[in-house]
């Protein structure tokens, strides 16, 4: 938008007036303040709304500028190192600040530092402790350790870039040192010997997104085990130290680095709930099925972050943990009658209990969580590789035209049916109404993560991205 | 000096801003009459208001010409761009509907 300004044409924007703050922020960050902008409504008619501002957008083309519009002044901006100086006490009180931000329908503030959740105060001694969990120094910038090209619209989101290039943190653009990556440590309540796994997390953008719904990450490789991450019951839930304290930290790199603020950098999003940092059970993968790093060419003996879509939270499937155990034992209980094996001993697919709905309201990749002793049903039911299973579900992803077309989503990635199919190279409009499209683009972004303990239930969340996994080695 | 009285120095978590060159808007235009403006209408996004907007600013400035165009779509670096190059020599002021 700034670029249009800048090459001398005027322009002007139709946004909604909760966003007001947002656009400012944005275009003083593309280097063109306040440009101009009228505010359509988020529930009037168009027929009805339209009117009441047409006439201002026209103006703000021919309206001669004010001074400040034409000489906007200095962005003048300060990165000190210390952010406060005195006792323990004063710094709990200066980190639980808040600050007014607008919102629609009511004026509860937002904390200036942190998450909510109260912060171990970042001293220099902490800090200084949290660093030796790393060879790299202080004030070395986050920079790319290998090429992680992930294509235009992921670049906007500031988590694209070649090796050696730094890393900017959206929604800001910002950068950072190992040192603010250990003082986010240190407040989050990490251990530092965690440090290479919060520097490979900045290095995937440190949670960075648009802010719909969070972005989590799971570990894969022998450093879970070293940091004694938990892997077993209540792997998404909070007790373990290193699952919690890392997904803290991703969070608050994303408020403190990028400086994510509802409603000022970040438009009118539902935000999410803290996501644990959460690793994969090597152990109990079946033979043949590829660990999440050697699904990413990584090496067995290498460990790695590997981004996970979460969205608002991790969704499940309606049935009972005795359930399941019922359909594998002995094909007793509802699933068993679903899936029309009454009465016959497992081993049984049961992603086929669900399989008809899963894209009935959205498209594109699932990740799963599966407990191992559901790992081992999958591949005793004839799934030789977690590769099977993303080709079945990519397979069991396709409907017709005319189903595709009752889906939103692709109004908007299709640029209103405008684009090209990808299977047939035809323009959407084109295709017949019995043409099949998959849900789901690729097989690949399906995703298998075998984890957790106990409770057998059908456990899934988006899939697989774009996104890269993120080597931790080269954080060590 | 109790310890609850021992002054320490907090790191600064906050991510670091590079300073932006800030600059001003683009000149506008002296009047509507024979101007060639383009409506660029992002990516996919509301149609309830973008429809009937791109119904109405030929009916109630038919003096400007209009160009309609449609971005490329979402979540493409092409979906993002406004004007394309051949547009952008062409035209005098651009309307952009964000909104989605």
């Given at each position: 938008?700034?670029s249009?300004?800048?090459s001398?044409?005027?322009?002007?924007?139709?946004i909604?007036?909760?966003?007001?703050?947002?656009?400012e922020?944005?275009?003083?960050?593309?280097?063109v303040?306040?440009i101009?902008?009228?505010?359509?409504?988020?529930?009037?008619?168009?027929?009805e709304?339209?009117?009441?501002?047409?006439d201002?957008l026209?103006?703000a083309?021919?309206?001669?500028l004010?001074?400040v519009?034409?000489?906007?002044?200095?962005w003048k901006?300060e990165?000190?190192?210390y952010?406060?100086?005195?006792?323990?006490?004063e710094a709990?009180?200066?980190?639980?600040q808040?600050?007014p931000?607008?919102?629609?329908?009511n004026?509860a503030?937002?904390m200036?530092?942190t998450d909510?959740?109260?912060?171990?105060?970042?001293?220099?001694?902490?800090v200084?402790k949290?660093?030796?969990?790393?060879?790299?120094k202080?004030?070395?910038?986050?920079?790319?350790?290998a090429?992680?090209?992930l294509g235009?619209r992921?670049?906007q989101?500031?988590s694209?870039?070649?090796?050696g290039?730094?890393v900017?943190?959206?929604?800001?653009r910002?950068t950072a040192?190992?040192e603010?990556?250990?003082?986010?440590?240190v407040?989050?309540?990490c251990?530092p010997?965690?440090?290479?796994?919060l520097?490979a997390?900045a290095?995937?953008g440190g949670g960075?997104?648009d802010?719909?719904g969070?972005?989590?990450?799971?570990?894969?490789?022998?450093?879970?085990?070293?940091?004694?991450m938990?892997f077993?019951?209540?792997v998404?839930?909070?007790?373990?130290?290193a699952?919690?304290?890392i997904?803290r930290?991703?969070?608050l790199?994303?408020?403190?680095?990028?400086e994510?603020?509802?409603?000022v950098t970040?438009?009118?999003?539902w935000g999410?709930?803290?996501?644990?940092?959460?690793p994969?059970?090597?152990?109990?993968l079946?033979e043949?099925?590829a660990t999440l790093?050697?699904?990413?060419?990584?090496?067995?003996?290498?460990?790695c972050?590997v981004p996970?879509?979460?969205g608002?939270s991790?969704r499940?499937?309606e049935?009972?943990?005795?359930?399941?155990?019922?359909?594998?034992?002995?094909?007793?209980?509802?699933?068993?009658r679903r899936l029309?094996?009454k009465?016959i001993?497992g081993p049984h697919n049961?992603m086929?209990?669900?399989?008809?709905h899963?894209?009935?309201?959205g498209?594109?990749?699932?990740?799963f969580f599966?407990?191992?002793?559901?790992a081992r049903?999958?591949?005793?039911?004839?799934?030789?590789?977690?590769?099977d299973?993303?080709?079945?579900l990519y397979?069991?992803?396709?409907?017709t035209?005319?189903?595709?077309?009752?889906?939103?989503?692709?109004?908007?990635?299709?640029n209103?049916?405008?684009?090209i199919?990808?299977?047939?190279g035809?323009?959407?409009?084109?295709?017949?109404?019995?043409?099949?499209v998959?849900?789901?683009a690729d097989?690949?972004m399906n995703?298998?993560?075998?984890?957790?303990?106990g409770e057998?239930m059908a456990l899934?969340t988006g899939?697989?991205?774009r996104?890269?996994?993120?080597?931790?080695?080269?954080w060590? | 000096?109790?310890e609850?009285d021992?002054?320490y120095?907090f790191?600064?978590p906050?991510?670091?801003q590079?300073?932006?060159?800030?600059?001003?808007l683009a000149?506008?235009l002296d009047?509507l009459?024979?101007k060639?403006i383009t409506?660029?209408?992002?990516?996919?996004?509301?149609q309830?208001?973008l429809?009937?907007?791109?119904k109405?600013?030929?009916?109630?400035?038919?003096?400007?010409?209009w160009?309609i165009?449609?971005?490329?779509?979402?979540a493409?670096?092409a979906?993002s761009?406004?004007?394309?190059e051949?547009?952008?020599k062409t035209?005098?002021?651009?309307?952009?509907?964000?909104v989605w």
């Amino acid at each position: 938008m700034s670029s249009i300004e800048r090459s001398g044409i005027p322009s002007v924007f139709i946004i909604f007036e909760d966003q007001d703050k947002v656009w400012e922020e944005a275009c003083r960050l593309n280097g063109v303040p306040n440009i101009r902008r009228v505010w359509g409504s988020r529930h009037i008619p168009g027929p009805e709304d339209v009117p009441t501002w047409i006439d201002d957008l026209m103006d703000a083309l021919v309206r001669p500028l004010t001074d400040v519009e034409k000489n906007p002044p200095e962005w003048k901006v300060e990165n000190p190192r210390y952010i406060f100086e005195g006792t323990l006490l004063e710094a709990i009180d200066f980190f639980n600040q808040e600050t007014p931000i607008p919102q629609l329908y009511n004026n509860a503030p937002v904390m200036k530092f942190t998450d909510g959740l109260p912060i171990v105060p970042p001293t220099e001694e902490l800090v200084e402790k949290m660093l030796k969990g790393t060879s790299h120094k202080p004030d070395e910038i986050i920079t790319y350790q290998a090429d992680r090209r992930l294509g235009d619209r992921v670049q906007q989101m500031g988590s694209s870039g070649i090796k050696g290039d730094p890393v900017h943190f959206m929604p800001m653009r910002r950068t950072a040192t190992v040192e603010k990556i250990a003082t986010i440590g240190v407040m989050a309540g990490c251990k530092p010997e965690y440090m290479p796994v919060l520097l490979a997390i900045a290095e995937a953008g440190g949670g960075c997104g648009d802010g719909r719904g969070g972005g989590a990450y799971c570990i894969s490789g022998p450093i879970a085990k070293e940091i004694g991450m938990n892997f077993d019951t209540n792997v998404l839930g909070g007790t373990n130290r290193a699952n919690r304290s890392i997904g803290r930290a991703a969070e608050l790199m994303w408020k403190c680095l990028g400086e994510n603020i509802p409603n000022v950098t970040n438009a009118g999003v539902w935000g999410n709930s803290l996501n644990n940092c959460f690793p994969e059970n090597d152990d109990a993968l079946p033979e043949g099925w590829a660990t999440l790093r050697e699904e990413f060419d990584f090496g067995k003996d290498e460990s790695c972050i590997v981004p996970i879509h979460m969205g608002f939270s991790v969704r499940n499937t309606e049935f009972m943990p005795g359930g399941y155990r019922e359909l594998q034992k002995s094909g007793h209980g509802g699933i068993a009658r679903r899936l029309g094996v009454k009465g016959i001993q497992g081993p049984h697919n049961f992603m086929e209990y669900f399989i008809d709905h899963l894209w009935a309201d959205g498209e594109g990749g699932k990740t799963f969580f599966l407990l191992p002793e559901m790992a081992r049903d999958m591949k005793a039911y004839g799934f030789n590789t977690k590769d099977d299973v993303y080709e079945w579900l990519y397979k069991k992803s396709f409907m017709t035209m005319k189903e595709y077309r009752t889906h939103q989503s692709p109004d908007v990635w299709t640029n209103g049916w405008r684009s090209i199919e990808p299977t047939s190279g035809k323009p959407w409009l084109e295709l017949p109404e019995d043409y099949m499209v998959p849900a789901v683009a690729d097989p690949f972004m399906n995703c298998i993560i075998v984890t957790g303990g106990g409770e057998e239930m059908a456990l899934w969340t988006g899939g697989r991205g774009r996104e890269s996994a993120v080597g931790i080695d080269a954080w060590r | 000096m109790a310890e609850k009285d021992k002054v320490y120095k907090f790191l600064n978590p906050i991510g670091i801003q590079e300073p932006v060159e800030q600059h001003g808007l683009a000149p506008r235009l002296d009047k509507l009459d024979g101007k060639n403006i383009t409506l660029s209408i992002g990516a996919g996004g509301e149609q309830g208001i973008l429809i009937p907007l791109r119904k109405m600013l030929p009916e109630r400035y038919p003096q400007v010409n209009w160009n309609i165009s449609f971005a490329a779509p979402h979540a493409t670096k092409a979906g993002s761009i406004a004007l394309t190059e051949e547009e952008q020599k062409t035209t005098d002021a651009l309307i952009r509907g964000v909104v989605w």
